[in-house]
């Protein structure tokens, strides 16, 4: 029988979000995301600074980033790790996800910053905000902009190796499980209980410079499934 409580705790730009939505596709098991800063639409939001976070009763795969955990205690930051500790055990499965090339995932981190986010910045380049959907073309300013993030991913990746040596689980890796090569996926998802939608990691799905591949009739690409 296959893992129906699963958690994925990654490092921002990733691919936990597509992660997600495959084993949710294909477990046909609700998703939720960003359970420690809910939105509006989440069961874990108060419309306060406090969390409604429990233990799910029905079968579900969650996500949480390490950014969420960010805590600056004057000129160090810091991810608290102890939250995502205290609830691993709600889960009969925990995938730990990150990034090989820091640079890449830097970069897509910081085109993937819109207006609202309070470390926006503009460019000359008309249009290099990311399209509702994600997808965004390269914008050579923000690549070089994007070096700001160095500590930052650079802590959540010590903490996800803190995670990794605390709870006893390796740290999947975003070019081995988007890699053209099956092998990966097949091993250590399907022949572990989680069975997946392999379209999700098609190259045509990327963000980075991609192309709209749903249908243009839908209202939205993703609708999240009742909790």
């Not at 990034?99 to 609202?116: A, C, G, N, V």
């Not at 994007?146 to 689980?169: A, C, H, Q, V, Y």
């Amino acid at each position: 029988m296959g893992s129906k409580y699963i958690l994925i705790i990654s490092t921002d730009r990733a691919g936990s979000t597509h992660l997600m939505y495959s084993l949710s596709d294909k477990l046909r098991i609700p998703w939720l995301d960003d359970m420690f800063n809910p939105k509006p639409n989440s069961p874990y939001y108060t419309g306060k600074d406090t969390l409604n976070l429990y233990k799910p009763d029905i079968p579900v795969v969650q996500k949480t980033l390490l950014s969420e955990h960010h805590e600056s205690h004057g000129k160090v930051s810091l991810m608290n790790t102890k939250p995502l500790l205290s609830i691993c055990d709600w889960y009969d499965r925990v995938i730990l996800l990150d990034r090989r090339d820091i640079k890449e995932q830097m970069s897509s981190y910081e085109h993937s910053l819109t207006p609202e986010h309070r470390h926006y910045k503009t460019t000359a380049t008309i249009n290099s905000q990311p399209a509702p959907s994600g997808i965004y073309q390269t914008d050579e300013e923000k690549v070089k902009r994007s070096k700001r993030w160095l500590p930052l991913f650079t802590e959540m990746k010590k903490s996800l190796d803190f995670l990794s040596k605390k709870l006893g689980i390796e740290v999947m890796y975003y070019e081995d499980l988007y890699s053209p090569d099956k092998t990966f996926r097949k091993i250590n998802l399907a022949q572990v209980g989680l069975m997946y939608n392999e379209q999700w990691f098609s190259s045509t799905r990327r963000l980075k410079d991609g192309k709209p591949w749903w249908n243009p009739t839908l209202n939205k690409i993703n609708k999240q499934k009742k909790f």
